[in-house]
């Protein structure tokens, strides 16, 4: 009988997907049950009212006794919570004694959230020491936890999920039609004022702006910048998504907080040449001139990099695109990082005899 995993986490996000994904190469089992903002038909998935600008905490807390029937009706030998002060702590809650507890962190939960306040602060650490094992997707993050948190060294593994190489494949070696995209969540964090400004600077090239959704936030931007509809191709199925990327010459991500990002990781392997924000876990990734660029959260600095990316050489992009291709089949192969993972897990199953 295969061992069973119950995933709480957002029904709707592309990390869920992977996770799920990263489980069934393992041959487990595996249950998601989570609070989407759409209706779904699923007895482990129910309407949270989850809104992408946040503020949902307490959607979590009044379904706590759903999860705890979902808990004892999959009946998993693995709990695998995503995001620390929201899955994680209502795991952390109803977890069993016999349940082990994998905490996944993607980024802010650890680098934002955490130092929010004397409240976020206490539902972190208590969900974290109730963690059996904590998986960090980038140093800088565990730096973070050990430095508040020493006593934790031993539950943590530091890597990211991983990527499907395969799938990647479908969509490399494209023509390099699109100049600039970026695709990352239209939220503060990614500051997208910054870069709608900076992109008429390049009105007269090709430019992509991935994922507009419906949001307060977003809907305020499209009032404010007028060019953004020039721009912008709004959702799009994941795939499409990728088409795009292995098509475009630059990918820029100005996020404030981050961990090890999926979609840089993509166009790193798909031979975009990276301009990231200068934050610590982008840093692990790229080496500023040698395989991308590292820029300030600022205009004036973004068109710099951008002009100078614009007058590379071929020589000089192919060994750029050469690299990252290299550091991703290194370290971010969704099987290899999954059997990573697994080895934990038989160490954790004989610490705990189970």
């Known amino acids: 009988m295969k061992s069973k995993v119950l ?15 990263g489980w069934n190469l ?12 759409i209706r779904k038909n699923s007895e482990f998935i129910f309407y949270g ?10 959607s979590y807390f009044k379904n706590i006794f759903q999860f705890l029937k979902i808990l004892k009706q999959v009946d998993p030998s693995i709990i695998n919570a995503h ?54 997707v980038s140093e800088a993050m565990t730096n973070k936890i050990l430095k508040k948190f020493p006593s934790l060294e031993k539950k943590i593994l530091t890597q990211q999920y991983g990527v499907e190489i395969k799938l990647l494949n479908n969509f490399n070696n494209q023509e390099k039609d699109i100049f600039l995209l970026t695709n990352r969540q239209w939220k503060k964090n990614s500051n997208y004022p910054v870069i709608l400004k900076v992109v008429d600077h390049f009105k007269t090239k090709n430019i ?28 799009i199925p994941y795939e499409e998504n990728l088409k795009y990327v292995g098509k475009s010459k630059i990918f820029v991500s100005l996020t404030s907080s981050d961990g090890i990002s999926l979609s840089l990781i993509e166009a790193m392997y798909l031979g975009a040449i990276p ?8 840093k692990e990734l790229i080496e500023d001139r040698v395989n991308g660029f590292l820029v300030s959260i600022s205009e004036e600095d973004l068109i710099t990099k951008i002009q100078e990316v614009s007058e590379l050489t071929e ?34 199953n004989s610490l705990y005899d189970r």
């Not at 995933?7 to 994904?21: C, E, Q, R, V």
């Not at 989850?50 to 905490?57: T, V």
């Not at 349940?99 to 130092?115: N, P």
């Open 208 to 235: 992509k702006i991935i994922g507009f959704d419906k949001s307060v936030y977003s809907r305020k931007l499209v009032l404010n910048f007028k060019n953004f509809k020039k721009y912008s191709t709004g959702l």
């Open 7 to 21: 995933l709480f986490g957002d029904p709707d996000s592309i990390h869920t997907a992977k996770w799920l994904k």
């Open 315 to 348: 020589i000089e992009i192919s060994a750029i695109q050469c690299a990252n291709k290299k550091l991703v089949l290194q370290k971010f192969d969704i099987n290899k990082n999954f059997n990573n993972l697994k080895k934990t897990i038989i160490q954790l």
């Open 83 to 136: 995001y620390l002060t929201s899955y994680g702590l209502i795991s952390a809650l109803i977890k069993r004694k016999k349940d082990i507890l994998i905490m996944s962190l993607h980024g802010t939960d650890i680098m934002k959230t955490m130092d929010k306040n004397f409240a976020y602060l206490f539902m972190a650490k208590y969900t974290l020491y109730k963690s059996d094992l904590i998986v960090s």
């Open 26 to 37: 393992l041959g487990y089992d595996t249950y998601l049950s989570g609070l989407s903002a």
């Open 275 to 282: 301009i990231v924000s200068n934050i610590e876990p982008n």
């Open 49 to 58: 009212n989850i809104s992408s600008s946040g503020g949902n905490g307490l």
